[in-house]
């Protein structure tokens, strides 16, 4: 887990870090089963993961539907940024929806090493960036997209969720009616 933790940081900051060891110092190891939670409505954010295997769904519950925001896969950092960031109640839930593999790091560490180590506020925003452009897509993709456009861009750009997870999940996820999703799935 660690290692692949190491090789996503060098990947994106140059393998040059003196102080990387210092960086991973600061993280944890957890490994998860499938449907075990990282975060409920209500609880606050106290960290940041980054996961190695597995996948999580990232999710609001409105009147009982699950509105899926993102399907986070390995190699990808998974957080909810508002909470993390106001040290208020959740409003997002994650899920692990495969068994999963992690390293997380507390706000206390996390801000400790935005304070002491130049390059880790680099990845910091990186992670920002992400969040902010699935995010701008999402908007666009609900005002302009047709549910057939939203499937092929899906296809296009993600395409092993097509069998990694439930059409259910995947329907939720492109905001789509899961029988309408399937029905138009079947057509492509």
Same mark, same amino acid.
């Given at each position: 887990?660690?290692? $692949?933790?190491?090789?996503?940081?060098?990947?994106?900051? +140059?393998? *040059?870090?003196?102080? &990387?060891?210092?960086?991973?110092?600061?993280?944890?190891?957890?490994? &998860? /089963?499938?449907?075990?939670?990282? #975060? /409920?409505?209500?609880?606050?954010?106290?960290? @940041?993961?980054? #996961?190695?295997? +597995?996948?999580?769904? @990232?999710? %609001?519950?409105?009147?009982?539907?699950?509105?899926?925001? *993102?399907?986070?896969?390995?190699?990808?950092?998974?957080?909810? #940024?508002?909470?993390?960031?106001?040290? $208020?109640?959740?409003?997002?839930?994650?899920?692990?929806?495969?068994?999963?593999?992690?390293?997380?790091? *507390?706000?206390?560490?996390?801000? /400790?090493?935005?304070?002491?180590?130049? $390059?880790?506020?680099? %990845?910091?925003?990186?992670?920002?960036?992400?969040?902010?452009?699935?995010?701008?897509?999402?908007?666009?993709?609900? @005002?302009?997209?047709?549910? &057939?456009?939203?499937? /092929?861009?899906? #296809?296009?750009?993600?395409?092993?969720?097509?069998?990694? @997870?439930?059409?259910?999940?995947?329907?939720?996820?492109? +905001?789509?009616?899961?029988? %309408?999703?399937?029905? &138009?799935?079947?057509?492509?």
């Amino acid at each position: 887990m660690m290692q $692949q933790l190491r090789d996503h940081i060098c990947s994106r900051l +140059g393998s *040059d870090l003196d102080n &990387l060891d210092y960086v991973l110092s600061h993280f944890s190891e957890r490994k &998860l /089963k499938r449907n075990e939670w990282l #975060l /409920k409505e209500g609880e606050i954010c106290r960290h @940041v993961y980054f #996961l190695s295997s +597995g996948a999580f769904q @990232v999710f %609001v519950n409105e009147d009982g539907n699950e509105n899926t925001r *993102d399907i986070v896969l390995e190699d990808n950092w998974c957080i909810d #940024l508002i909470s993390f960031g106001s040290q $208020q109640p959740a409003t997002e839930q994650i899920r692990a929806i495969e068994a999963a593999e992690i390293c997380s790091i *507390d706000r206390p560490s996390f801000q /400790k090493l935005l304070e002491a180590v130049p $390059q880790f506020d680099k %990845v910091y925003r990186q992670i920002l960036e992400q969040s902010y452009a699935n995010s701008v897509y999402r908007i666009n993709s609900f @005002v302009s997209l047709s549910s &057939l456009d939203r499937i /092929k861009w899906l #296809l296009k750009n993600r395409p092993t969720l097509m069998t990694r @997870v439930s059409s259910k999940l995947i329907a939720s996820y492109l +905001g789509i009616n899961k029988d %309408v999703f399937r029905r &138009l799935k079947s057509q492509l």
